[in-house]
């Protein structure tokens, strides 16, 4: 797979990276005649293997040791230890679902249905032109094909690329304009409101699609249970910084791996704004409410991809995952930038695992119970996570040895877990999603328990 390697340039005041359109390129599986391949992934799984079992089997004995000699660690060990079985469990499951996972074919240009793009834009200066672009420039018959770009009472020049554009592409891109700044939800909610496609298409202004995306995220809605497609989200910064390296791997895990996981049992839990379609007529039955939607009092301002797809697993809709539909989206590539992305989506996570607790009995039951699964170990891994953050002091004490390999086991699990990049990128990237599982226990591990403290917070805090 070619990387993504772009001349990054600062856009106006508004300081927006603006990197060079990537290469289109083509996602396929794996071909089942790349022998070294295969031989590469067996040696790594081998090694993981054999160093993840002596490492945690050494773990495990000194944790079962300590706990019968510390009576106040006892109950915190057996629940941890509990849970990790039901995530090796889990593991296994989603490892067989990923290989099973098969994107649907792509709608053809003859029976492409009528489609909508919509952007929403605030503050974005000239990155928002090429966003336009890379929709203008889809393989999609512009006979059906309307795009809507909002402006969402951006103070600096995003309306003066909105409007060039408009100029440009007369009768398909459609210019709309906010009286001042209402949320990224409410931007949406104007454009679902005036849209004409049966298919409605979500793009991030800080985003560009590949040519082949629209085709490719129209082609599952030739079910008609289908009412959410997500698409393939990656990086397109990643040559700016360790973060980005970083984020490109973590992205390449999340958006891929586990939504083609989930996609199996069709019940992928968040359609991503960067880059979803969204059936028209499903959108419609739910707008008003999601538009208004409240959590503890409190109005909802982001999270809206979340929250759109849990009101049409709510109306009975199935989601799926759209591996051939890729898009390329900026990531932050400071600290405390990544900290306020990581933090408003972990509020809206909270918010909308609440709310799936009571969709998920409305599911068909062999979704139900895979999801019931799937989110019960998920969620019990931050109290578990949590609470050995009290236990590991108290066991380095007692036994300063258990360091080294629980610091080694960390990085066996983490290089397991980087095998399911390795069948997309076959680059030394890899070592990026290694560094990242160190950096997270260490730089952000406070950032969960403080978005439950702050769980009513209405800050978009995107800029």
């Known amino acids: 797979m070619r990387t993504l390697d772009s001349a990054a340039t600062i856009c106006g005041s508004a300081g927006v990276l603006a990197v060079s359109p990537p290469a289109n390129r083509r996602h396929e599986p794996r071909q089942p005649g790349e022998l070294w391949t295969f031989a590469v992934y067996a040696l790594i799984t081998i090694g993981c293997i054999v160093l993840g079992y002596y490492q945690f089997h050494a773990i495990v004995l000194r944790i079962l040791a300590m706990a019968d000699k510390e009576r106040s660690i006892r109950l915190l060990a057996y629940l941890g230890l509990f849970w990790l079985g039901l995530g090796f469990l889990l593991i296994v499951i989603r490892t067989i679902f990923w290989i099973l996972y ?84 409410e931007a949406l ?93 499903g959108v419609r039955r739910v707008l008003d409410r999601w538009k208004n939607q409240q959590f503890l009092g409190s109005r909802c301002t982001f999270g809206e991809d979340r929250a759109m797809t849990n009101y049409l697993l709510d109306s009975g809709y199935d989601t799926v995952y759209q591996r051939t539909a890729v ?44 999801a019931l699964f799937d989110r019960a170990v998920s969620n019990l891994r931050f109290p578990a996570s949590y609470s050995s953050i009290g236990v590991l002091p108290v066991l380095l004490v007692q036994d300063p040895t258990i360091t080294l390999p629980v610091v080694t086991t960390m990085g066996a699990m983490s290089l397991f877990s980087v095998l399911y990049f390795l069948r997309s990128e076959r680059s030394m990237s890899f070592l990026y999603g290694v560094l990242y599982t160190y950096y997270s226990s260490i730089a952000l591990f406070w950032i969960f328990p403080y978005a439950v403290a702050t769980v009513r917070s209405r800050k978009w805090m995107t800029r």
Request: aromatic share 8%; charged share 25%; hydrophobic share 40%.
């Open 327 to 370: 898009v390329h989206t900026l990531v932050p590539i400071s600290y405390v930038k990544l900290c306020k992305m990581l933090l408003r989506w972990d509020r809206s996570y909270v918010r909308e695992e609440i709310r799936f607790t009571r969709i998920v009995w409305k599911r068909p039951w062999p979704t139900r119970l895979m």
């Open 102 to 185: 098969r994107p649907a074919p792509a709608a053809t240009r003859e029976s492409a249905p009528s489609l909508t793009v919509i952007i929403p834009a605030y503050n974005e200066g000239a990155m928002v032109l090429q966003s336009i672009e890379s929709a203008v420039k889809a393989d999609y018959p512009h006979d059906r094909l309307e795009i809507l770009v909002i402006d969402d009472g951006s103070k600096d020049d995003t309306w003066s690329y909105i409007a060039q554009a408009a100029e440009r592409y007369p009768g398909l891109v459609t210019a709309l304009r906010q009286d001042r700044n209402r949320g990224k939800r």
């Open 189 to 281: 909610a104007l454009g679902f409101s005036r849209a004409r496609g049966e298919i409605l298409v979500t793009i991030d202004s800080d985003s560009v699609i590949e040519r082949g995306a629209l085709l490719a995220l129209a082609g599952p809605f030739r079910d008609p249970k289908i009412g959410a497609v997500a698409g393939r989200v990656e990086v397109y910064n990643r040559r700016h910084g360790i973060i980005p390296q970083m984020l490109h791997v973590r992205y390449m895990l999340s958006f891929d791996m586990l939504r083609a996981t989930e996609s199996v049992y069709r019940n992928v839990y968040c359609c991503p704004g960067a880059l979803t379609g969204l059936r028209a007529a």
